[in-house]
């Protein structure tokens, strides 16, 4: 899996939650910044990325994953 | 269906300022991917019928099934409810989550406990009175901390609870509501249960949203299947092997032709359309078909296309002879070539291979079959379809390709001897709002109409409805055409009118228009007019009443001007049932 490979498909899964939000922002999308972002869209946002990336990120995890670079961090160490 | 494909197609949605399909989503867990897939199936059944609304599910408080089942069915009106019960609903202790085993865990009072709040979520239900309510029973596994048991028993405290839970199944079934099938895929996700309250898998939730959607939204059953013959309704080819050789049974291998038989017969009682198209020749089928072993009765296939011809034209053919359209007609053939022709020339067709050698491909493509034809009650009407249609044929013979206009023999009208029944009861038997619901080809507008929407335009004191009765002397056709109406006033505004293509070449439709002007009495007569792709038979009909075919709208006339078009009438009104 290649790194731009990978956050192309990541850009997806937050625009799947995050209709309101171009590639730009998604990039730069953070719990702090996006409205909306909350325990839900998390929540859909870990399984739809787990379906999409055929990957079971640990709920240890989740208080982590509070932004797009998290997100791409998580996968990364998970390649 | 992906979760991220269920979120992109809600997304796509727009619902053009309509106001959105409601529904409420009753769970004691967190509803989560659930609320989402159950948005987008019920968001693709809408779709498929054309309705360009978005979807709207409502959900309640976490960890109170009971209370949320209660808001719901209070709130719910003609919003549909769709309750999915887990264990932990029943009693805290069956639960995952949360730890609420107590020392003093009794099963006994356990049981009891569960019954009490079973009865009382039931009453809750029957003292709604009609609504639109969908079950959906456990799935999840039993915690083994509440039932003990040898290695590979079923406890009997677990024999006791789903004992109860099929019970309250079975109660609230018979009170309306419509219980899901269960699901095969494996429902429980241990990890996302504890992390975030949703217990499903994701492959579980959406095929369980699926099932609810196709419950709330049910597509039009399919009317007819083709059938192919050689490696489909038997084994064999009956040209090379002799009608005598072809095979249906285990001894011979051939059992899994004995199931589509059998499964042919059983749509053909329940009024499915059953037709042949095969290449072969015409005797050895024939002989083949008389063959006393047969697990389909001939008498239920009509017509037979036996011919070398493309099998596309053979069901054309049978389209024609059935009167209904392409899309109500499922092809069931061994061959993939011929299936991937029928499909070129005739998308509308629903093709399904017959995978003769793989048994368990077979059951499920029987328990495909069995879904597009599914219909939750059966009908006398349904019953009298086969032997109406061979009557159809022998009439269309008699009296020529009388065009729907009116024209055609007045002698030959007279002679059918035809006979009228109207049924004005309230509250309309149901098979009003299933003619109207499937009816495409004599349908005033192509109108379809929710349940519970229906249920309450009914109540209304303007509201009239006919249910048409019919039969001559080929015999009785059973109740083929609806008229639902408002009467105001002056005006008589006709909602819906639908008749049954069964019913087509009698002047049925002008004979209801007739005895309704004497019943409903009034000034003016509007119609609720849009031409449809479909409704081609209707819009000759409105040509002969209006002189040309009208623009969609509402249409008026007076009732004399509306008498003075009818064709000449030679039916007989011989029953009227009335108690408004």
Excluded at chain 1, 40 to 58: H, P, Y
Excluded at chain 2, 201 to 206: M, P
């Amino acid at each position: 899996m290649s790194s731009a490979f990978s956050h192309d498909r990541l850009v997806e899964c937050f625009a799947a939650v995050f209709p309101g939000l171009d590639a730009a922002q998604i990039r730069g999308a953070s719990a702090d910044s996006v409205e909306g972002w909350d325990s839900i869209a998390l929540a859909t946002l870990v399984a739809t990325v787990e379906e999409q990336f055929d990957v079971t990120i640990s709920p240890d995890c989740y208080a982590d994953l509070d932004s797009f670079e998290a997100f791409a961090r998580k996968l990364e160490e998970m390649r | 269906m992906k979760l991220r494909e269920a979120l992109q197609l809600l997304n796509a949605r727009s619902s053009g300022g309509a106001a959105p399909y409601a529904v409420h989503l009753v769970t004691g867990f967190e509803p989560l991917h659930l609320k989402t897939f159950l948005a987008a199936h019920l968001s693709q059944c809408l779709a498929a019928q054309g309705d360009p609304r978005t979807v709207d599910v409502r959900t309640g408080l976490y960890g109170d099934f009971g209370g949320n089942w209660s808001r719901a069915i209070e709130e719910a009106g003609t919003v549909p409810v769709a309750a999915v019960l887990e264990w932990a609903d029943l009693h805290p202790a069956m639960g995952w989550r949360e730890a609420a085993l107590s020392a003093s865990w009794d099963q006994g009072e356990a049981l009891s406990e569960i019954e009490s709040r079973l009865r009382a979520w039931l009453i809750l239900l029957r003292e709604a009175g009609p609504g639109r309510r969908f079950l959906a029973l456990p799935a999840l596994p039993l915690p083994p901390w509440v039932q003990r048991g040898l290695d590979g028993q079923s406890s009997s405290f677990e024999l006791e609870l789903r004992a109860l839970v099929a019970q309250f199944a079975r109660d609230a079934a018979r009170a309306g509501a419509r219980v899901a099938a269960s699901c095969p895929t494996a429902a429980w996700d241990a990890g996302k249960e504890l992390s975030t309250g949703f217990p499903f898998t994701l492959e579980f939730a959406s095929e369980l949203a699926e099932r609810l959607a196709r419950l709330i939204l049910p597509a039009t059953p399919k009317k007819g299947i083709v059938t192919d013959l050689d490696r489909t309704l038997w084994r064999g080819v009956v040209g090379d092997d002799g009608p005598s050789a072809v095979s249906w049974d285990l001894d011979r291998k051939a059992r899994v032709h004995g199931w589509w038989q059998q499964f042919l017969a059983s749509m053909g009682k329940q009024g499915v359309l059953i037709g042949v198209a095969s290449k072969n020749d015409r005797e050895p089928v024939e002989q083949a078909l008389a063959r006393h072993d047969l697990l389909v009765p001939t008498d239920s296939i009509f017509p037979l296309e036996v011919n070398w011809g493309d099998k596309a034209a053979s069901i054309r053919r049978i389209a024609a002879a059935w009167n209904i359209g392409l899309d109500s007609i499922v092809f069931v053939d061994d061959n993939q070539l011929e299936l991937e022709e029928v499909r070129q020339a005739l998308p509308e067709v629903e093709c399904i291979l017959f995978p003769a050698d793989d048994p368990a491909a077979v059951a499920a493509a029987l328990f495909r079959l069995r879904d597009l034809f599914g219909k939750e009650s059966i009908s006398s009407d349904d019953l009298l379809r086969v032997a109406t249609l061979r009557q159809r044929a022998t009439v269309a013979q008699e009296l020529g390709d009388i065009p729907q206009a009116g024209g055609g023999s007045e002698e030959r009208y007279a002679a059918l001897g035809s006979r009228i029944r109207l049924d004005c009861r309230r509250p309309p038997e149901a098979r009003v709002l299933e003619l109207i619901n499937k009816t495409n080809q004599f349908n005033l507008n192509g109108r379809r109409w929710e349940e519970s929407c229906w249920l309450a335009w009914c109540r209304r004191p303007e509201a009239r409805v006919a249910l048409v009765g019919y039969e001559d002397r080929f015999g009785p056709l059973g109740n083929i055409a609806a008229v639902a109406a408002e009467c105001a006033g002056e005006e008589l505004h006709v909602r819906s009118w639908v008749m049954s293509c069964r019913a087509f070449s009698r002047r049925i439709e002008y004979s209801t228009l007739h005895f309704l002007l004497a019943r409903w009495p009034c000034k003016r007569i509007l119609f609720d007019w849009r031409r449809t792709e479909r409704n081609g038979p209707m819009q000759q009909a409105l040509h002969l009443l209006f002189d040309e075919l009208p623009q969609d709208g509402i249409l008026e006339i007076a009732p004399d001007a509306l008498r003075s078009r009818l064709p000449r009438q030679h039916a007989f009104l011989v029953n009227v049932l009335d108690n408004v």
